[in-house]
């Protein structure tokens, strides 16, 4: 996966990633969480 990234995001300055994995209470359940977060640029700084 981190070969397909790379690619993916060549050339450019990429954000942070985060992978993770948490065991849920059924193994069939499925769960996908995208997040993001941006802080606003300070003008005169």
């Known amino acids: 996966m981190n ?3 790379d ?3 060549c050339g450019i300055a ?3 990633r985060v992978c993770f ?3 849920l ?3 069939a359940l499925e ?3 995208i997040m ?3 802080v606003p640029e ?3 700084a």
Do not use: C, R, Y
Request: aromatic share 12%; proline share 8%; net charge negative.
């Open 3 to 5: 070969e397909v990234w």
């Open 7 to 9: 690619e993916w995001v």
């Open 14 to 16: 990429p954000w942070s």
């Open 21 to 23: 994995s948490a065991a």
């Open 25 to 27: 209470a059924n193994p």
């Open 31 to 33: 769960v996908e969480m």
């Open 36 to 38: 993001m977060s941006a």
């Open 42 to 44: 300070i003008s005169g």
